[in-house]
């Protein structure tokens, strides 16, 4: 089974702190997402990779960059941590095949940061 | 514009009742998948079914059955004779899918809550 491991279960960092998520797959997928869940707002994409150091903005971009070096690794980072960015981040991976239907998602356990 | 919509907010039902979550959806692309995922409390994302836009059959697996009609764009999925474990946050979402082979993002709705009484 393809595995997606989040680093960290629970973080908690100052206001002003940078802050790494980490996320490693074992399954040589093309594309590694971050996304934020927050109550009532669903699962919302704040950044993504479909190659190594290629990135692109998701939905909700500010006060995040990311980092893929590696295949299997995308790191999010936050420059300076707001308590606004308290909330459950989740990573994920994927890939697909054109023409033939194939077609894998899998997401990691996540990590709920709290920003003091 | 891309939108996935789950205007139910929080379900509860009696174990053994059945129970039917609403997904509706919006897109302008001609080929895209949709997915349900489970959050249990301990928060990992579980994947429930993926389901390519040309295909509309309905799926059953086990006590659990999915309902595809492209005419309403909606995917809604029953859950029969509901127990305890089926207690969680449901996601429907969707993903434009590109056969260029390119993001897959995936577009969430907001989430249903189901509560199973025993």
């Known amino acids: 089974d393809v595995k997606v491991t989040q680093s960290s279960r629970y973080l908690v960092k100052r206001t002003g702190e940078k802050v790494f998520l980490e996320c490693v797959q074992d399954m040589d997928h093309e594309n590694m997402f971050w996304y934020r869940q927050d109550p009532g707002l669903g699962l919302r994409l704040i950044y993504f990779s479909y190659d190594v150091k290629m990135k692109e903005k998701g939905d909700i971009p500010e006060g995040y960059s990311v980092s893929r070096e590696k295949k299997e690794r995308f790191s999010l980072i936050l420059e300076s941590a707001s308590t606004n960015q308290t909330s459950m981040y989740l990573c994920a991976s994927s890939f697909s095949l054109a023409g033939t239907g194939k077609y894998g998602y899998t997401f990691g356990s996540g990590t709920r940061l709290t920003v003091v | 514009a891309q939108k996935v919509t789950q205007a139910q907010t929080e379900i509860s039902v009696v174990e053994k009742e059945d129970v039917t979550l609403d997904c509706v959806y919006e897109t302008r692309d001609t080929t895209y998948y949709l997915f349900w995922y489970k959050q249990p409390p301990s928060g990992e994302l579980v994947f429930l079914i993926r389901?390519?836009?040309?295909?509309?059959q309905n799926e059953i697996s086990g006590r659990y059955s999915w309902n595809f009609q492209k005419s309403t764009s909606s995917f809604n999925f029953t859950i029969t004779a509901s127990q305890v474990v089926d207690s969680a946050v449901y996601f429907c979402?969707?993903?434009?899918?590109?056969?260029?082979?390119?993001?897959?993002?995936?577009?969430f709705g907001t989430g249903t809550l189901l509560a199973v009484q025993p």
């Open positions: 979402a969707l993903s434009p899918l590109d056969y260029g082979g390119a993001t897959n993002k995936l577009i």
């Open positions: 389901r390519n836009s040309f295909d509309e």
